[in-house]
Structure formats: structure tokens, C-alpha cells
């Protein structure tokens, strides 16, 4: 370690610090960056002051000013509620057609509907409601229980094969597994379907089907194959199916009688929510009666089973 002394370049005395020949000069720090760190001290003294800062044992320094993000948020959610609440109890009082045909009041239960439907719905219909494989298709004009605003409102409510005791309920007998039916009737069974849906089908199985069909299948199914929605049986006659329209499908679905089931909402959503995403559905399927608004909602990118056999 050498002594300080005054450096014959700059003139500038070093503070005694050599490391290898290499002196290190005793200069000031620039004034402007002393000015600096001094508004800094500054700054943060009056932070803390202001605002919460400092932790203590039981908490922290709350500050003058007492501000809180987080009480802000809550009194943000509170205003919220509040003017949710105002349109809700609106949307309680009203009738489902008074909804429907008030453009104020459709507007509001179409967005309050889309939401309920993107957060409950969405993952059994898909995003925009156009079903899969044993998941109803909502957007078209197809219903198994009924399309109307209060059919709608009813499946919602109570829901189906849910176990609620208002559920929608009703139970196509596993044909086959039970041994109800022979393999060779289900067979022939699946050969009407197909013809009975205009397509070509082997006409001896048809033939032998037929008496099989008014004995077993038209009690739901109705004489015609063209179902009935107050056991929601669907129409065999058209080319939208819920399980699919191929013979594998039908096949399996004589063999076994599945029964698909959706939860009852009254006890997951409010009475306003279940009204709001009911006027959403009925509008989006372009159902029966509907003339307000075009649905404002995008358009199904999910190509359901239904559309498939199309
Ligand atoms: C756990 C899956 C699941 C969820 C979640 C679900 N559904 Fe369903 N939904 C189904 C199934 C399965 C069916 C078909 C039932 C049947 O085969 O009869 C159905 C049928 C329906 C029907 C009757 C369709 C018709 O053709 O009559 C409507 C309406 C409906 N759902 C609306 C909704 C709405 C609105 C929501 C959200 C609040 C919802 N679903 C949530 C599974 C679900
Ligand atoms: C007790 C009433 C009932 C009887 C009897 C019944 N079905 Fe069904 N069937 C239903 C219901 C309900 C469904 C819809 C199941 C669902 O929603 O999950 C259905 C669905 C079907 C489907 C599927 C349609 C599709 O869109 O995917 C076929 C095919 C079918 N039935 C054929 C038959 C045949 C053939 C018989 C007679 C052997 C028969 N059903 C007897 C109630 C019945």
C-alpha cells in the first residue's frame, strides 16, 4: 500500500490505492449525480410517508394517504355488482319473450348469456354450441326436448337424467346387452333406421324389421320414426344425428340405449343467469318465434356429428 501523492498527469491526488502499477485517483463524484441520489433519499422519504411501506411485527406502515389496491379492487366489484344486480333482478321480473323482444333488455341477456355459456356450457357443446358425439348441437333447429323458450328454460332448469326429480327423463332399453332383442333383430333394427333416414338398406332386413319397429320403437320413436320430443326421442328420419348417422353408430346404439346426461342448473345458476343464457341459445338456434336481433356471437367452428353425416 503507497502513500497518497499527487499525480503528475492530472494533477489529481490518488488515494494511496496501487494494485500493479495502476494508481487510482482521488475524484469527486459528478455534482449532477450527487443532486440525483440525493432527490432520490428524498423521493423515498416521502413514499414512505405517503405510503405503505415498511413491514412491521403485526402488519405495515399504512402511510397518509392510505391508499390500497386491494380495497380498490373490492369497491370496483362491489359498483359492479351492484349494476349486475340492478339488470339482473330486471332480468328475473321480465318474461322470457318481454327478453326476447326488448331490444335493450336482449342485448344485455345475449352478453350475460354468452359468458354463462363460455364458462358452463362450452366444454360438453363446444364454443359455439354446435355439439359433438352425444352432445346436442344448440345452434340448429333440431331439438330432442323442444326448442321453444320455455323448453329450453325447463331442460336448463332441471336438467337431463340429472337426478333431479323435475329432471327431463326417459330411457331407450339396451336392446341388445339385455338380450331384449336378438342379434339378428338388432341387425335388421339398424337397416330400418337407415332406411327410414332415405338411404339404401337391405330390403329384407327392412321387411322383417318393420312389425319389430311399431312393437319395440314406435312408443318413443313415434310410427313414423320421426320421434318425439316429450321423451326426447329424436327424429330417425332426418340426417342429423346425436350419436351418428353410420350403421356402426346406430348399431350400438340399439345394443346399448345410451342415455345422455346434463347436469340441472338451479342449483349451480342463478335464476337471471339460466333466464340470460336461455334467450342466448333460443336466439343463437334461430328458434322458433325469434325476431330480434341476429345472434351476436361467433359463428360454431366445431363440426358436430350432425353436420358430419350431413
Ligand atoms: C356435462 C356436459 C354438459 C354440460 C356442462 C351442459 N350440457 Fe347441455 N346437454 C348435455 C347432453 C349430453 C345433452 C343431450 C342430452 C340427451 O341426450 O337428451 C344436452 C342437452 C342440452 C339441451 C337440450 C337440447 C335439445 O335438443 O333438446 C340444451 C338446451 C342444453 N343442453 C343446453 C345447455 C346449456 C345452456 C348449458 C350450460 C348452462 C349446458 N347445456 C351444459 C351435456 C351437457
Ligand atoms: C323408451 C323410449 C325409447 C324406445 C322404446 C326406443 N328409443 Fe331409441 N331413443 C330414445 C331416446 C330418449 C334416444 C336419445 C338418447 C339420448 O338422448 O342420449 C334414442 C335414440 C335412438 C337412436 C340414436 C339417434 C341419434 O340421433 O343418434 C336410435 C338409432 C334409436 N334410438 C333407435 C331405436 C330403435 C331401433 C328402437 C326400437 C328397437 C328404439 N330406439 C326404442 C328413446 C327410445
Known amino acids: ?3 497518497r501523492e499527487k499525480d503528475a498527469h492530472s494533477g489529481v491526488e490518488t488515494t494511496g490505492h496501487e494494485w500493479d502499477g495502476i494508481k487510482e485517483l482521488d475524484n469527486p463524484l459528478p455534482r449532477w449525480w450527487l443532486i440525483l441520489f440525493y432527490i432520490c433519499i428524498a423521493v423515498a422519504v416521502v413514499y414512505w410517508v405517503l405510503m405503505p411501506a415498511w413491514p412491521t411485527l403485526n402488519g405495515y406502515t399504512h402511510g397518509i394517504l392510505n ?10 366489484m362491489k359498483d359492479l355488482a351492484v349494476k349486475r344486480g340492478h339488470q339482473g333482478v330486471i332480468l328475473e321480473k321480465a318474461s322470457l319473450e318481454q327478453i326476447e323482444q326488448d331490444p335493450n333488455l336482449q342485448a344485455y341477456a345475449m352478453a350475460s348469456g354468452q359468458a354463462v355459456f363460455g364458462d358452463n356450457c362450452a366444454p360438453c357443446h363446444g364454443a359455439g354450441g354446435g355439439g359433438g358425439k352425444g352432445y346436442a348441437n344448440l345452434r340448429d333447429d333440431v331439438w330432442l326436448w323442444g326448442g321453444g323458450l320455455a323448453d329450453i328454460q325447463r331442460t336448463l332448469t332441471y336438467g337431463i337424467r340429472s337426478g333431479d326429480p323435475d329432471a327431463r327423463v326417459s330411457m331407450m332399453p339396451s336392446f341388445g346387452r339385455d338380450a331384449l332383442l336378438k342379434p339378428q333383430q338388432v ?3 339398424t337397416e330400418y333406421v337407415v332406411a327410414l333416414s332415405h338411404r339404401k338398406a337391405n330390403p329384407a332386413s327392412v321387411a322383417r324389421a318393420a312389425p319389430v319397429f311399431a312393437e319395440q320403437c314406435a312408443a318413443c320413436h313415434g310410427a313414423d320414426g320421426k320421434g318425439q320430443q316429450a321423451v ?3 327424429n ?4 342429423d344425428w346425436l350419436y351418428g348417422g353410420d350403421r356402426k353408430s346406430i348399431h350400438d346404439q340399439i345394443w346399448f ?3 345422455g346426461v346434463m347436469p340441472a342448473w338451479r342449483t349451480r345458476l342463478t335464476e337471471a343467469q339460466i333466464k340470460a ?3 342466448y341459445v333460443h336466439v343463437n338456434s334461430g328458434g322458433s318465434g325469434v325476431t330480434a336481433a341476429p345472434p351476436t356471437a361467433p359463428a360454431a367452428d366445431n363440426t358436430s356429428v350432425s353436420d358430419a353425416a350431413k
Request: glycine share 10%.
Open 232 to 234: 326426447g326421442a329424436p
Open 187 to 189: 341387425d335388421d333394427l
Open 277 to 279: 343464457v336461455t334467450v
Open 257 to 259: 340405449g345410451r342415455g
Open 67 to 76: 391508499q390500497s389496491d386491494r380495497a380498490n379492487v373490492a369497491k370496483d
Open 1 to 3: 500500500m503507497a502513500d
Open 236 to 239: 330417425l328420419t332426418d340426417a
